[in-house]
């Protein structure tokens, strides 16, 4: 007993002792994927995003400052699928720490706990398509968010044993915010089920399908491949006997292709903010979808 206790005294010593810095590192790739750790890791954890909502994220730089994040993160949160494969094998190289490499508890894909949308028959890189392992952007759907958000929080009680507690308390805690609001949204988005839609980049396949809504042309000829001219008129011909509500397009892509359309289609433009911090009201995850489905609802008439 004595044992126990002096075992107990000299633990919680060293707990005060502990400086603020030992947080658990996170790199991020994304912003939702920082929101989502922040959500679920309380103060327990100090995140970082590789990216902000106003980059692309198929395209980043492994830059000096991303590099010293990723050599002593101890964990890295991406969406994987494909998504980053031009840039994060040369972070995680660069990097040379062993504790976030593939196969690592460090390492955590989201994309690998959800159902992948558009998944092509025939891979083709060399087309310039930047989705050969299938549409990446599942942070559109809501239902995903939860999902990740299980294995996500059991990734980083895996990690930090000794605040298991902690970390199921907060999972729990932000699985009850999720679910209520995504009835929530279901309802606001009912009008929405059924609206066609253009969209510039194939961004938004899992939106869709959560709100019973289609995308009936894209601007961009293949995901990744900049919109041509020919392209344009083509879906502007083809918009007559399809036609569609409205344009989307994200926040962090250049507008004009959407405009474009936009003015000889006259059919609403729609800029969604796509992840955490894209539009003023998506400053976190519940504001992400709040501000998502007013604009999709604005741009609709609804
Ligand atoms: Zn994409």
Redo the contacts with the bound molecule.
């Keep these: 007993m004595k044992m126990q206790i002096s075992f107990l005294v000299g633990t919680l010593a060293l707990a005060a002792a502990a400086p603020a810095s030992a947080a658990i590192k996170v790199l991020a790739c994304e912003p939702e994927w920082a929101a989502l750790v922040q959500e679920l890791g309380g103060d327990k954890i100090d995140v970082v995003s590789a990216t902000n909502a106003l980059q692309d994220?198929?395209q980043v730089q492994a830059k000096p400052s991303l590099i010293a994040r990723a050599r002593n993160a101890e964990l890295l949160a991406c969406t994987g699928a494909g998504?980053e494969v031009g840039w994060l094998p040369i972070l995680l190289q660069q990097s040379g720490n062993p504790a976030i490499q593939p196969g690592k508890p460090g390492h955590f894909m989201a994309g690998d706990y959800v159902q992948k949308l558009d998944v092509p028959t025939r891979v083709d890189r060399a087309e310039g398509d930047?989705?050969p392992e299938g549409?990446?952007?599942i942070q559109t759907d809501p239902r995903n968010i939860a999902r990740v958000a299980v294995a996500l929080s059991q990734r980083l009680a895996q990690i930090d044993g000794a605040n298991q507690a902690y970390y199921k308390q907060r999972g729990d805690d932000f699985n009850k915010r999720w679910s209520d609001a995504m009835v929530r949204w279901q309802t606001q988005a009912a009008p929405l089920r059924g609206t066609a839609i253009v969209v510039q980049?194939?961004?938004w396949s899992y939106l869709e399908n959560w709100l019973g809504m289609q995308d009936v042309e894209a601007l961009e000829p293949k995901?990744?491949v900049e919109p041509t001219a020919s392209h344009l008129q083509e879906v502007l011909v083809k918009l007559k006997d399809r036609p569609a509500q409205m344009v989307v397009y994200a926040a962090y892509q250049d507008p004009r292709a959407s405009q474009w359309l936009s003015e000889r289609a006259h059919i609403e433009t729609v800029q969604l903010p796509f992840t955490v911090g894209g539009t003023p009201a998506a400053k976190d995850l519940f504001g992400l979808f709040d501000d998502t489905i007013a604009r999709l609802l604005k741009g609709a008439g609804k």
Aim: proline share 23%; aromatic share 0%; hydrophobic share 25%.
């Design positions: 994220p198929h998504l930047v989705h549409n990446p952007h980049h194939k961004a995901p990744g």
